[in-house]
């Protein structure tokens, strides 16, 4: 399996909703990743997991809040999230320690918030 | 984070060769290059990547200046398939991806 495989494809969800995205890997990887991307816009990074311990939170709003209940698994919780929080929201993982290896994406969840 | 500048749009026609640049004037010599791209609606696939020396795949060729503070990503024979946006990344010590820009890559028939 060589696959990251994200769910929802889509969502909407109202203001004042709470849902989760959800991010799954079986290529062993213990890094995982949260990105935001904005249409025509390059990929933002929102965190970083490594060896199920968030590294990285660069600066994201609380309303977005990680979690990586074991090795193979990331969700992203969403509440009260605004209209300008609809985006397309990639999952990606890698190997961390050492090594040059890149990254493996999913295709995404594409999220409107209403 | 070292930045890296790339055109924002390209053009190829079909079946012809896409050199397609990326200047990385404040690359550290333990930052690897990068290139990714995207396909519209999906995520960002991995192209290629090198250190110091020309690499070369199934998808592209990676020309690195010997200086490294530029470098190349050639698609030997462009398809309508090749038209993407390409990132080029430099990814160091830490565990992170930060993306540019990248080039949209236009493939005339």
């Known amino acids: 399996d060589t696959e990251v495989t994200q769910t929802p494809k889509h969502l909407v969800m109202g203001m004042t909703n709470k849902k989760s995205l959800k991010c799954e890997q079986h290529?062993?990887?213990?890094?995982m990743y949260w990105y935001k991307q904005k249409a025509k816009k390059p990929p933002e990074l929102m965190f970083v997991?490594?060896?199920?311990?968030?590294?990285i939170n660069e600066s994201v709003p609380s309303r977005f809040s990680p979690e990586c209940p074991n090795s193979s698994l990331l969700n992203l919780h969403l509440h009260a999230l605004q209209p300008e929080d609809s985006a397309l929201y990639l999952c990606?993982?890698?190997?961390?320690?050492?090594?040059?290896?890149?990254?493996?994406f999913g295709s995404g969840t594409r999220l409107t918030v209403v | 984070d070292a930045k890296t500048t790339q055109p924002n749009s390209m053009e190829s026609n079909e079946e012809e060769p896409v050199h397609l640049p990326c200047n990385h004037s404040t690359i550290s010599g333990t930052d690897y290059i990068h290139w990714y791209r995207q396909l519209p609606s999906q995520g960002p696939e991995y192209v290629i990547h090198g250190l110091t020396s020309n690499v070369n795949n199934r998808m592209a060729s990676l020309a690195i200046a010997e200086d490294r503070k530029s470098s190349t990503l050639i698609l030997h024979r462009a398809t309508l398939r090749d038209a993407a946006v390409y990132y080029c990344i430099l990814r160091g010590t830490g565990n992170q991806f930060y993306f540019g820009t990248g080039t949209s890559l236009t493939v005339i028939p």
């Open positions: 990606a993982s890698r190997r961390p320690t050492g090594g040059s290896g890149g990254y493996t």
């Open positions: 290529m062993g990887h213990r890094a």
């Open positions: 997991y490594s060896y199920e311990k968030l590294s």
